[in-house]
């Protein structure tokens, strides 16, 4: 939470408030933990450290010591938030459920930086193969 500053407090805040007050309403304590339990577990990236690391390979995500590569060749979808990057492969119906959500935190210049010079990289790559096919054909 330390990242998420105030937003990740209020958050919890509010989490801890529905989970009282759907105790309240049921008359149960077990609704009030599952109700807590079910908010926790949908809001998790606010409390489970999640680190990126942008390389020309791709971008590896690491949580809970599992580190996942998602390669530049499977990103056909790069839509800009507020903040940061949301990366998607191409052909999928919903981005925001099938992508990777890329945060920049403090460095969105980087960040941005990173992603277009190895997305570049890649179409540059790709126009060489295709120029190359075509010759030797």
Same mark, same amino acid.
């Given at each position: 939470m330390e990242e998420g500053g105030p937003v990740a407090w209020l958050l919890t805040t509010v989490?801890?408030?529905?989970?009282?007050?759907?105790?309240w309403i049921m008359s149960s304590a077990v609704w009030a933990v599952l109700a807590c339990g079910l908010l926790a577990l949908a809001a998790w990236r606010y409390f489970v450290p999640v680190y990126f690391e942008i390389s020309p390979q791709g971008i590896f995500q690491e949580v809970f010591g599992r580190?996942?590569?998602i390669s530049w060749r &499977?990103? /056909? !979808?790069?839509e800009q938030g507020r903040d940061g990057l949301l990366l998607a492969p &191409? /052909?999928?119906v919903c981005p925001a459920v099938?992508?990777?959500?890329?945060?920049? /935190?403090h !460095?969105?210049?980087?960040?941005?930086?990173?992603?277009d010079y190895h997305l570049q990289q890649l179409q540059q790559d790709e126009r060489v193969f295709e120029f190359e096919m075509q010759e030797g054909a």
């Open positions: 989490m801890l408030l529905l989970a009282a007050l759907t105790g580190r996942r590569r &499977s990103i /056909g !979808h790069v &191409s /052909g999928v099938r992508g990777l959500y890329l945060p920049w /935190g !460095h969105r210049a980087e960040v941005l930086a990173l992603v």
